[in-house]
């Protein structure tokens, strides 16, 4: 198996290359804006730094948020097309999860924990996982200051977390996901057959649109209405 | 000629996923998803909702245009992507999937300019551009007149919509008659059944005085809409193809005039046409009638290469492939203010 893996949920664009036995390279960008500029040229850098090729590739995982839209589609529909080029499967792992994983393997937490992201408009996107690392509530979104007391009482991981340290009272690393916990993680499902997601996004929220009132009168003190 | 590059071209830039694929100047293969009907009870396009709607139809849109072209992915030598200008989150998923597929097939990559795209498409109907040509492109987001020396590279702008563009227009006015969207099909429609003398509407911009190659058209829609409600005031029905005809008059009559003096003063001998309102039906027979009286060659392709698809920006990035342009990086970024000066994006 050598599975390429990447994430581009969050700020950290991650890239990570796993055969079965470990991660065989790695890379992490910080930045925000920026996903559709630095994700192609890591995964090439990736592919180069562990002296493989693309073609070698025999499965291809990629978180599938959630997070904000448009960092998340770079990241899927990259996926996609590399698998639909390369006729290879494509595994979705639920970005938290990713999230959750790293926390564990760097011992930052033990016992059950909460995981959470920026999900902007003063919401995050977060997820509850028990002792044995096991999501056991969402994905969901809401305001920090909304979440149940027993969830916000958790040791709490991510970017969401340190933004809302007021609310979550016991905040810790890693702050975002990396391709290499993404990878592991999904080494582990398709080995020990735990199965992983579609690779769909999941947004969470429905997209934002209005449906216009009517158009607007021109001449002032005109009827209104359509002809 | 099997050994002209196969091209595959993504366009992603508004409402349409467009999928073609070109060898050469030969059209393959023009798959088309289109998330219009998704939009329509919005009255325009929901950027997040076209977005949504790229990233679901990228890969079946691709297997149709292989499938219909008759070519593996593995024949593919370059990889077209409209990296602007248009809806940035809209544009990103384009470019991030014709980046996955440049990485994964190992060939180039090249992030080419949506409105020289439109320009270009008609080689795949005509034959090669001629060079220079004035370029009239009218669409939903734009109006502009281009001086086109070389459409890889050298693109000049004479004039553009101060305001409104004239498919922006034709939206609008239909929205005034209640006639839904897009509103410039439904109007070309209407506008048969109508006498398109029947009102005088103003023609922005024409006076002796105004900028030559600008355009304007809010004048024009604030005063159909003026028109009409003065008519719904007074409890009289609507004429509405008489407004149609004589709106579509009035927005054909300024771009043609202009297109043609625009050849004139620049020594151009052909005309091209591009863009979603250069399929109208009244611009292209009286864009002809002017062009064939001042001895204009006349070049638009049909209404189906004229409003967006993947075919336009396979067409160009098939060129920069024949004229040796170094390929973009994969670090373009998605620029939905590319300027039409730009016709590749490079790093
Ligand atoms: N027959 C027509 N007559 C006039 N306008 C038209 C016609 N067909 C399409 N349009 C207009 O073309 C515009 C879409 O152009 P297109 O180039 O596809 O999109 P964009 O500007 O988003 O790139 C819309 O404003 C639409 O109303
Ligand atoms: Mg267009």
């Known amino acids: 198996m050598l599975l390429l893996a990447f994430d581009t949920a969050t700020p950290a664009v991650t890239v990570a290359l796993h055969d079965d036995s470990g991660v065989l390279a790695d890379s992490t960008r910080v930045d925000a804006r920026r996903q559709g500029e630095l994700l192609a040229p890591g995964i090439v850098d990736v592919l180069r730094a562990a002296g493989r090729t693309r073609a070698e590739l025999t499965d291809i995982a990629v978180g599938v948020g959630p997070g904000p839209y448009t960092g998340l589609r770079v990241g899927i529909v990259t996926a996609l097309a590399l698998g639909d080029a390369l006729g290879v499967p494509v595994h979705g792992v639920c970005t938290l999860d990713a999230l959750a994983y790293a926390a564990r393997r760097d011992g930052t937490v033990t016992g059950p924990f909460v995981a959470a992201t920026d999900a902007r408009r003063k919401e995050v996107y977060w997820a509850r996982y028990d002792e044995a690392g096991a999501r056991v509530e969402g994905p969901a979104v809401d305001r920090a200051g909304e979440l149940a007391e027993e969830v916000r009482g958790l040791p709490a991981v991510g970017a969401g977390a340190a933004l809302y340290a007021s609310e979550f009272g016991d905040v810790r690393l890693p702050e975002h996901p990396d391709a290499a916990a993404l990878a592991a993680f999904a080494v582990e499902r398709l080995v020990g057959g735990g199965g992983l997601l579609a690779a769909e996004p999941l947004y969470l929220r429905r997209p934002d649109a209005q449906v216009p009132v009517g158009y607007k009168v021109v001449t002032p003190g005109g009827p209104g209405g359509r002809a | 000629m099997a050994d002209e590059p196969l091209v595959l071209g ?51 849109t691709v297997r149709r245009a292989l499938a219909d072209a008759g070519v593996t992915m593995h024949d593919i030598d370059a990889i077209a992507v409209t990296s602007g200008p248009g809806l940035a989150g809209a544009l990103l998923v384009g470019v991030a999937a014709a980046k996955g597929y440049a990485v994964a097939l190992d060939k180039p990559l090249y992030g080419v300019n949506h409105l020289a795209s439109h320009v270009c498409v008609d080689q795949l109907e005509h034959g090669k551009l001629p060079e220079p040509c004035m370029a ?33 227009a034709f939206d609008k006015v239909a929205r005034v008659l209640g006639l839904g969207f897009p509103g410039g099909p439904v109007i070309d429609r209407w506008a048969r059944e109508g006498d398109r003398s ?4 103003p023609r922005g911009l024409t006076g002796p005085r105004d900028a030559p190659f600008d355009f304007s058209f809010s004048g024009l829609k604030t005063s159909v809409a003026r028109w009409v409600e003065a008519r719904q005031r007074a409890g009289e029905t609507v004429p509405v193809a008489d407004v149609a005809a004589s709106f579509q008059e009035a927005v054909v009559d300024v771009l043609t005039r202009k297109a043609i003096r625009a050849c004139k003063e620049n020594g151009v001998e052909h005309l091209m046409m591009g863009g979603g309102v250069s399929a109208n039906s009244r611009l292209r027979a009286l864009a002809q009638e002017r062009c064939d009286a001042a001895g204009i060659v006349l070049r638009v392709p049909r209404p189906g290469l004229c409003t967006d698809n993947g075919a336009m920006v396979a067409a ?26 730009v016709s590749q994006a490079l790093s």
């Open chain 2, 198 to 201: 029947a009102i005088v509407f």
């Open chain 2, 136 to 168: 009239l492109l009218v669409s939903g987001g734009h109006s502009s007149l281009l001086l086109v020396p070389d459409i890889t590279a050298d693109v000049r702008p004479l004039g553009s919509t101060i305001d409104d563009a004239a498919g922006e």
């Open chain 2, 316 to 341: 160009l990035g098939a060129e920069m492939v024949a004229r040796d342009r170094a390929p973009s990086t994969l670090s373009i970024p998605a620029d939905s203010s590319m300027p039409v000066t």
């Open chain 2, 10 to 60: 993504i366009e992603t830039s508004c409402d349409e996923t467009g999928i073609g694929i070109v060898r050469g100047t030969t059209l393959l293969a023009d798959a088309v998803a289109s998330s219009v009907d998704e939009h329509a009870r919005f009255g325009g396009v929901v950027p997040e909702v076209a977005s949504r709607a790229h990233l679901e139809a990228m890969v079946p």
